[in-house]
T-cell receptor, first 113, second 111 residues
Framework: NAGVMQNPRHLVRRRGQEARLRCSPMKGHSHVYWYRQLPEEGLKFMVYLQKENIIDESGMPKERFSAEFPKEGPSILRIQQVVRGDSAAYFC???????????FGPGTRLLVL | SQQGEEDPQALSIQEGENATMNCSYKTSINNLQWYRQNSGRGLVHLILIRSNEREKHSGRLRVTLDTSKKSSSLLITASRAADTASYFCATDRQGAQKLVFGQGTRLTINP
């Protein structure tokens, strides 16, 4: 049973470009969470989704960031017009149910030049 | 403000010694979890302790939870070089699903 998959593992963008981060949850998991980690810091919650629904986006910046988890396919975290401050590691986690353990993917490290 | 805060921020011990890390939090929780992160890698789930539990063991790991003091500790016994990593506690509050992480404890095991 494969774990949580994220791609790409590393992404380099220039300021103003768009970044698309993908997350495939563990098999059977329908709850997906996105977190961001700045260097030398803990993870900060961004958004919680179930299939086709955003449940909690209280950690998402108001502008440029969006997330989706379609009926088919991976969850996507999209960052438009990236700025240097968006450089961070973005982790996706999935769980079987909302009260269950969240299992994390390897992360996507975004570098904005 | 941070829900979970680990203490100490960094810990360096000799291989074979025990390592103890503490975590404090501010609000009522459902569960408290400990994760390990090797440098530049993802998070590995170590152990989950529910709010109605006081102690839990998993191999060389022992976790305690004191809800009256809003604190938890992670003990790693007979440490190994491979235990070198950052350790994070994460809490989920009642009625919410998101995890709130502390800043982490950076553990170094010296051979």
């Amino acid at each position: 049973n494969a774990g949580v998959m994220q791609n790409p593992r590393h992404l380099v963008r220039r300021r103003g470009q768009e970044a698309r981060l993908r997350c495939s949850p563990m098999k059977g998991h329908s709850h997906v969470y996105w977190y961001r980690q700045l260097p030398e810091e803990g993870l900060k919650f961004m958004v919680y989704l179930q299939k086709e629904n955003i449940i909690d986006e209280s950690g998402m910046p108001k502008e440029r960031f969006s997330a989706e988890f379609p009926k088919e396919g991976p969850s996507i975290l999209r960052i438009q017009q990236v700025v240097r401050g968006d450089s961070a590691a973005y982790f996706c986690a999935s769980s079987l149910d909302y009260k269950e353990t969240q299992y994390f993917g390897p992360g996507t490290r975004l570098l904005v030049l | 403000s941070q829900q979970g805060e680990e203490d100490p921020q960094a810990l360096s011990i000799q291989e074979g010694e025990n390592a103890t890390m503490n975590c404090s939090y501010k609000t009522s929780i459902n569960n408290l979890q400990w994760y390990r992160q090797n440098s530049g890698r993802g998070l590995v789930h170590l152990i989950l302790i529910r709010s109605n539990e006081r102690e839990k063991h998993s191999g060389r790991l022992r976790v305690t939870l004191d809800t009256s003091k809003k604190s938890s500790s992670l003990l790693i016994t007979a440490s190994r070089a491979a235990d070198t990593a950052s350790y994070f506690c994460a809490t989920d509050r009642q009625g919410a699903q998101k995890l709130v992480f502390g800043q982490g404890t950076r553990l170094t095991i010296n051979p």
